[in-house]
């Protein structure tokens, strides 16, 4: 049977964006996303809105009012 040829530059390619995934890694502690687009805060977001109302109540509120 004949071997498979290897694709050197694709290798190339890919080790390549290994390297650089993990030196983003390294340098800032966790994985960048460059694509996500930015949500502006000025939109109604409903799920943020309920989330930071929860943040700001007192302890005391979660002990009798949610059980």
């Given at each position: 049977?004949?071997?498979k040829k290897k694709d050197s530059f694709m290798d190339y390619i890919k080790a390549n964006?290994?390297?650089s995934r993990e030196a983003e890694?390294?340098?800032h502690g966790h994985p960048?996303?460059?694509n996500r687009v930015h949500v502006s805060k000025k939109v109604y977001n409903?799920?943020?809105?309920?989330a930071d109302a929860r943040r700001h109540l007192p302890y005391w509120y979660f002990i009798v009012?949610?059980?």
């Open positions: 049977m004949k071997t964006r290994k390297g890694i390294e340098n960048v996303s460059f409903r799920k943020r809105d309920k009012y949610c059980n």
